[in-house]
């Protein structure tokens, strides 16, 4: 059974300080994604990452995947406070290549 | 393009009340899927569609039902209300291979 894991589930940041998010998953899997969610409001894609070494980057986030130790990270560089929300991690399931497990979500705070 | 429109965005039920949450895409995608989001469970996989006439189960099926007579809908049953079915439902879409899902603005349920 695929289980996907994120830490830290919150995170209290400095603007201008840099931080990182982990996302671990327990088994085989081609595809991981991330979004992010405002309070109240619906999911937003962020990035697709499809293979071993796949790094995207969309101003402050980069996103990273090591498909070998199962294992992605969303890198926040000089955090502003546009960047508050909960972020989550989801990898493919079995069953179709639509579906994903998600994990938790981190919920980002950035304070000036 | 609308994109996912998800009706209502509010209800409240009583137990063993009956109701249907509604989903449309006007993207032509193929795939859809429902989750329901919880408090620090992030989102768990209720149904999906890979297509018109073609259902299955996900993680947490039990207690919904779905139907898929066109491309553009895929409403989610609920038979007879549980307090445990309180909860935020989204639906999402995708063209399928490998790309991410597009998600509707959720419908917020609460069952007395």
């Known amino acids: 059974e695929l289980k996907v894991e994120q830490n830290p589930l919150f995170l209290s940041m400095q603007e201008e300080k840099n931080y990182t998010i982990y996302c671990n998953y327990s088994t085989t899997s081609d595809r991981l994604y991330w979004y992010r969610q405002d309070p109240g409001k619906s999911l937003e894609s962020l990035f697709v990452?499809?293979?071993?070494?796949a790094v995207k980057q969309e101003g402050r986030l980069m996103a990273s995947l090591d498909t070998k130790a199962r294992l992605s990270t969303l890198h926040i560089t000089a955090a502003v406070h546009d960047l508050s929300a909960t972020y989550f991690c989801?990898?493919?399931?079995?069953?179709?290549?639509?579906?994903?497990?998600f994990g938790k979500g981190t919920k980002l705070s950035v304070k000036p | 393009n609308a994109g996912v429109t998800q009706t209502p965005k509010f209800q409240v039920l009583k137990t063993g009340q009956s109701m249907t949450l509604q989903c449309a895409q006007d993207m032509n995608h193929e795939y859809m899927s429902w989750y329901r989001q919880d408090p620090g469970m992030g989102l768990r996989l209720i149904h999906y569609?890979?297509?018109?006439?073609?259902?299955d189960q996900g993680e947490v099926p039990n207690g919904y039902n779905v139907s898929r007579s066109t491309t553009e809908d895929f409403p989610l049953r609920l038979l007879s209300a549980a307090p445990s079915q309180t909860s935020v439902y989204f639906c999402a879409s995708s063209y399928g291979n490998l790309r991410e899902l597009f998600f509707g603005e959720g419908s917020r349920l609460t069952v007395l």
């Open positions: 989801a990898v493919g399931a079995g069953g179709s290549q639509g579906n994903l497990i």
């Open positions: 569609s890979v297509g018109a006439g073609i259902t």
């Open positions: 990452l499809l293979s071993n070494g």
